[in-house]
């Protein structure tokens, strides 16, 4: 029995992580845009006591597929707008957690404040902000304009977007609104806090029309590995999320995110990082190795070309069966992926075939096949070594996928006192362990 226990999330995208998860008899081809299953499937997740569902998101079709007959072998082109899920999602759910993606590149700083508060009330403080600065190109094209833009600018204008929303959040003390009916005042004007920001990439006045959000903050979670990605998620992050394949690997992000925490006045437990995981379940070893390939066997290649050319463009011209090319360029997208992934395939001798087909599965996360047992065991065996606070299972398709891992994996991990049997509170931040921030008038006050 263990006195730490893990935290389990599970991202929920379209129709499964895996790109040709779709195509197994068994998948659910449309599950995209089921809400009757997608309601399912969370209430299912509240069962097993998970601690929140994440929602990734783009805001285009995002794709390094060569043409439209390339794009055309993608299973995930059509899916639900992650907020409207949840606001739906939320309505059938008492304790689960919802966690967003929405891009600071491509929105205002007041859309998202009053968009995530108002989610926050409908959900009864179960929500929570995956922060992003986008990467692909295709998300610049719908938002007017050709490229977009360079790295290390995304992120200065995300440190600056996530201190407006969080400052638009504060625009109201916790009981601001007095609503006095005989007096007809409705809020003390002493508690109203109007933010006045102008700053290089914003101007915002505020204050925002509603009311300070139930968590305070709703939780706010980040995924870039890049070092200003390390920034941004020690200054600002609750939840880290990181792309791991390797435990070693998975430990020194650890040590180096929460490394950077004291600076900024924060102890490394104040946010918890956890790497996503794709679990392949089977009675025995034999079983989910079949399974596994099963799937593997589903990848097209025009699809594995895509998922690698995000990282070292084309290759369509190379031999699959042969080695990667010398002399990769090194793309603006996602930074953090590239070097692990040459090393690994550098020091296996990996072909480009081999490469996509270890990394289209889960995007670059860990794939797990196995026994319930031997997943639990791989689980703990990184939650022991210092590799994580918990995990994002990334369910290969839907919806058994997902059932697999609820019905087999957690009650092992629970009777090996490794995971909860019940919530221990309302709100996603209770259920995480997370303190509730106060409101800044309230922390001068203490100190005063």
Known sequence: ??????????????????????????????????????????????????????????????????????????????????????????????????????????????????????????????????????????????????????????????????????????????????????????????????????????????????????QGYPVIAQAGSSEPGQELAARTADLIYTAKQRREDARAFYQSVKGRFGKYGRSTGSALVMPGIMPVIGRTMEEAQARYQRIQELIHPKVGLAMLARTFGDLSSYPLDGPLPDNLPTLDGVKSHRDPLLRMAREENLTIRQLYMRVTGAAGHLQLCGTPESIADTMAEWFNAGACDGFNIMAPYFPDGLYEFLDQVVPVLQKRGLFRTDYEGNTLRENLGLARPAHPATRIKRSA
């Open 1 to 214: 029995m263990s006195d730490r226990q893990l935290k389990i999330g599970l991202s929920l995208v379209s129709n499964g992580t895996h790109p040709a998860g779709w195509r197994l008899p068994e998948a659910r081809a449309d599950a995209a845009l089921d809400f009757s299953l997608w309601k399912e499937m969370a209430q299912a997740a509240e069962q097993a006591k998970i601690h929140f569902i994440f929602l990734a998101d783009g805001i285009a079709v995002r794709t390094a597929a060569s043409d439209d007959d390339a794009l055309s072998y993608s299973g995930r082109i059509d899916q639900f707008e992650p907020l409207t899920l949840i606001a739906g999602l939320a309505a059938s759910t008492q304790k689960i957690g919802y966690i967003a993606t929405a891009s600071t590149t491509y929105n205002e700083p007041f859309h998202i404040a009053r968009k995530f508060a108002s989610l926050d009330f409908i959900s009864g403080g179960r929500v929570g902000w995956n922060v992003v600065t986008s990467w692909s190109e295709a998300e610049a094209r719908n938002f007017s304009r050709e490229k977009h833009l360079e790295h290390s600018i995304r992120y200065g204008r995300a440190e600056e977007f996530v201190d407006v929303v969080r400052g638009l959040w504060d625009s109201w003390e916790d009981d601001a609104f007095m609503r006095d009916k005989e007096g007809g005042r409705y809020f003390d004007p002493a508690k109203m806090h109007v933010l006045n920001h102008v700053g290089e990439d914003f101007s915002v006045r505020g204050p925002l029309n509603i009311a300070r959000p139930p």
